[in-house]
């Protein structure tokens, strides 16, 4: 059996992505529902999270935790103790918590003697690179998996969306398949569509998670937020 001649793929691409949004134009009712399910999946999570975790989960004094002290061999803080044993530098709390703000540490080594010192011999007067070494690991983990979440809901929104168009489609499909159609034009259309209707979706939940379970957040504490990330 001969196979068919493929049209020019370009304008089979055109003509195929005027069809796809001329299609959602027409139904207007399964637009409404798909730019709809968002924010109410996204409201739901919300929810969730505020009262299985509480609100403020995307504060920097959760996201990026600090040890109040470290032990290190460049600043002598103990006069008496042997040379180049380890010696504490960092915030007394007199063992009453394993970890605090990291404001209170840069605080510390910008005021702090000893920090000073630290930070100067250590990082060459660059105290976020000095605070690296205070900074716990293992910090944010329920801000991580509130966004793992968002990131599957995303996921299921795309393959929803492509399920829906696979299965209303296949017959149209198979027939203009049959003629001249490419599968590539064909699947190009797809994914611009619905990847900017994915996008508008996911941001939804993303954004709505992030504003109703973030606490207030200043200026300073943002910028504290992101040292956690930097090399």
């Given at each position: 059996m001969k196979?068919?001649?493929r049209?020019n793929?370009?304008?089979?691409?055109?003509?195929?992505?005027q069809?796809?949004?001329?299609?959602?134009r027409?139904?207007?009712s399964?637009?409404?529902?798909?730019?709809?399910?968002?924010?109410?999946?996204?409201?739901?999570?919300?929810?969730?999270?505020?009262?299985?975790?509480g609100a403020?989960i995307?504060?920097?004094n959760?996201v990026v935790?600090c040890?109040?002290?470290?032990?290190?061999?460049t600043?002598?803080?103990?006069?008496?103790?042997?040379?180049g044993?380890?010696q504490?530098?960092?915030?007394?709390?007199?063992?009453?918590?394993?970890?605090?703000?990291?404001?209170?540490i840069?605080?510390?080594l910008k005021?702090?003697?000893?920090?000073?010192?630290?930070?100067?011999?250590?990082?060459?007067g660059?105290?976020?690179?000095?605070?690296?070494?205070?900074i716990?690991?293992?910090?944010?983990?329920?801000?991580?998996?509130?966004?793992?979440?968002?990131?599957f809901?995303?996921?299921?929104?795309?393959?929803?969306?492509?399920?829906?168009?696979i299965?209303?489609?296949?017959a149209?499909?198979?027939?203009e398949r049959?003629?001249?159609?490419?599968?590539?034009p064909?699947l190009?259309s797809?994914?611009?569509?619905l990847?900017?209707?994915?996008?508008?979706?996911?941001?939804?939940p993303?954004?709505?998670?992030?504003?109703?379970?973030?606490g207030r957040?200043?200026?300073?504490?943002?910028?504290?937020?992101s040292l956690?990330f930097?090399?």
């Amino acid at each position: 059996m001969k196979r068919p001649k493929r049209g020019n793929p370009f304008k089979q691409f055109i003509l195929l992505f005027q069809r796809q949004i001329e299609l959602f134009r027409n139904n207007t009712s399964n637009l409404i529902l798909l730019f709809l399910q968002a924010p109410l999946i996204g409201l739901v999570l919300v929810l969730i999270v505020r009262a299985e975790i509480g609100a403020g989960i995307f504060d920097s004094n959760k996201v990026v935790l600090c040890a109040p002290q470290i032990f290190q061999t460049t600043v002598t803080t103990n006069p008496q103790a042997p040379a180049g044993s380890s010696q504490p530098l960092g915030i007394n709390t007199n063992g009453n918590t394993s970890s605090v703000d990291c404001n209170r540490i840069i605080t510390f080594l910008k005021t702090d003697t000893n920090g000073q010192q630290y930070v100067t011999k250590k990082a060459n007067g660059n105290v976020n690179k000095a605070l690296q070494d205070f900074i716990l690991p293992g910090g944010g983990s329920l801000a991580q998996i509130a966004l793992f979440i968002v990131s599957f809901i995303a996921v299921m929104f795309g393959t929803v969306n492509g399920i829906r168009e696979i299965v209303k489609e296949n017959a149209i499909y198979r027939r203009e398949r049959t003629v001249n159609l490419g599968i590539f034009p064909y699947l190009l259309s797809k994914v611009i569509v619905l990847g900017v209707i994915s996008l508008i979706q996911s941001a939804s939940p993303a954004g709505g998670l992030y504003r109703g379970s973030a606490g207030r957040i200043g200026r300073h504490d943002e910028r504290i937020g992101s040292l956690g990330f930097l090399g």
